[in-house]
């Protein structure tokens, strides 16, 4: 099994993390920090950073969730793509590999609307954008759904493409609150990268993971939890990070974030915490 399909066992459920592409990013155009910080960290700031792309099955007896569902669709000028690089199989291809099939999948859960987490939800067939998954409930934050009425209103837009596709046919449901689905999963939410942005919650047998979206990009984000990328609503961000550190430790739980290669658990240090991998 290659490093771009790894999986996992907690508890009684099988966790599959497929990469479905790396990407380089600039810290300096996501972070706005001033020149003495980001000359402290020239390991981040002094040449962009190698990140994946994962999405996440849960799996299990009666159980069969996606978290996330993107595509690797950069146009050939993006300035994320890395040179000479050729990404590995769609997501497509990791479930197969996974021995999971889309029909099968019974919920989907979008951490947040940011494209690359949720531009695989549909397929265009005959000209028809239809769902991906046809037999999932999917679970938007609904903030995020609100926050996208603007785009939903262009017909050529990806949102109206996604997630008004799955509006229309009855597939869509909105969070607003923790949320259990059943067989140990729950949405929390968990606002800030976005108005929506949810964590995942699995525990079973004892055992806790939580896929975190991109409640972390990158390690160092822990260790100086008052970074945040320019988008973001730090203050959001920074209250749900510290509501989550203080569970996931008491927890020890296990972390998969969408663009940290490493399974990690936090750990305190003298100064606050870190992100150790697992």
């Known amino acids: 099994m290659s490093e771009d399909l790894r999986t996992l066992q907690v508890g009684a459920v099988t966790v599959s993390i497929i990469n479905i592409g790396d990407v380089?990013?600039?810290?300096?155009?996501?972070?706005?920090?001033?020149?003495?910080?980001?000359?402290?960290?020239?390991?981040?700031?002094?040449?962009?950073?190698?990140?994946?792309?994962?999405?996440?099955?849960?799996?299990?007896?009666?159980?069969?969730?996606?978290?996330?569902?993107?595509?690797?669709?950069y146009p050939p000028d993006a300035p994320q793509l890395i040179p000479g690089y050729q990404p590995p199989l769609d997501l497509f291809g990791g479930l197969a590999?996974?021995?999971?099939?889309?029909?099968?999948?019974?919920?989907?859960?979008?951490?947040?609307?940011?494209?690359?987490?949720?531009?695989?939800?549909?397929?265009?067939r005959d000209g028809?954008?239809?769902?991906?998954?046809?037999?999932?409930?999917?679970?938007?934050?609904?903030?995020?759904?609100?926050?996208?009425?603007?785009?939903?209103?262009?017909?050529?837009?990806?949102?109206?493409?996604?997630?008004?596709?799955?509006?229309?046919?009855?597939?869509?449901?909105?969070?607003?609150?923790?949320?259990?689905?059943?067989?140990?999963?729950?949405?929390?939410?968990?606002?800030?990268?976005?108005?929506?942005?949810?964590?995942?919650r699995i525990h079973s047998e004892g055992q806790t993971l939580y896929c975190v979206g991109d409640l972390y990009h990158f390690i160092a984000e822990v260790e100086q939890p008052t970074w945040a990328v320019k988008w973001t609503n730090a203050t959001a961000n920074q209250r749900s990070r510290a509501t989550f550190n203080e569970t996931a430790l008491k927890e020890n739980a296990l972390l998969i974030a969408t663009h940290i290669h490493e399974i990690g658990r936090l750990q305190r240090t003298n100064s606050g915490e870190t992100w150790v991998a697992a």
């Open 128 to 200: 028809e954008y239809l769902a991906a998954f046809p037999n999932a409930r999917h679970y938007l934050g609904r903030a995020d759904w609100d926050a996208m009425q603007k785009a939903l209103q262009d017909p050529d837009s990806l949102e109206s493409h996604t997630f008004g596709v799955l509006h229309k046919q009855n597939l869509l449901e909105l969070v607003d609150q923790p949320l259990d689905l059943g067989h140990g999963v729950q949405i929390i939410p968990a606002p800030g990268e976005s108005p929506g942005h949810q964590v995942v």
């Open 24 to 73: 380089q990013e600039d810290l300096n155009r996501m972070f706005d920090l001033p020149e003495a910080e980001r000359a402290g960290h020239p390991d981040l700031f002094g040449q962009p950073r190698r990140l994946p792309i994962h999405c996440i099955h849960l799996g299990g007896p009666g159980l069969s969730v996606l978290v996330d569902a993107g595509l690797y669709d």
């Open 97 to 124: 590999e996974s021995h999971v099939r889309p029909a099968d999948i019974q919920q989907v859960i979008i951490t947040h609307a940011h494209g690359d987490h949720f531009n695989a939800l549909t397929e265009l």
